[in-house]
Nanobody, 120 residues
């Protein structure tokens, strides 16, 4: 069982930056691959970024490549999403998720989500 708690969302102007954090409970964090998903109103949930168990491999959806960076600190049981050059279309609820499979589209564990709003 993994409990995930996101933080760091908020309101930012276009072109600005935010850093999301996701703290995980338990001592097995390093056995899970992690992902950040987002869902905007009226749109399907999408996988934004994923990172494998060691942090050695990462993947991004095309729309955020070069702007977002996913990272993890297994010593702190935390995964991060650094978001730069934010755009209004990045506005969504962002969720972190954990699964034993890297780049899973249906992870077993989810956080409660954090709102990111980008104003134009």
């Amino acid at each position: 069982q993994v409990l995930l708690v996101e933080s760091g969302g908020g309101l930012v102007q276009a072109g600005g930056s935010l850093r999301l954090s996701c703290a995980a409970s338990g001592r097995t964090f390093s056995t899970y691959a992690m992902g950040w998903f987002r869902q905007a109103p009226g749109k399907e949930r999408e996988l934004v970024a994923a990172i494998d168990k060691s942090g050695g491999s990462t993947s991004y959806v095309n729309s955020v490549k070069g702007r977002f960076t996913i990272s993890r600190d297994n010593g702190k049981n935390t995964v991060y999403l650094q978001m730069n050059s934010l755009r209004p279309e990045d506005t969504a609820i962002y969720y972190c998720a954990a699964d034993v499979i890297y780049y899973s589209s249906s992870p077993d564990y989810w956080g409660q989500g954090t709102q990111v709003t980008v104003s134009s």
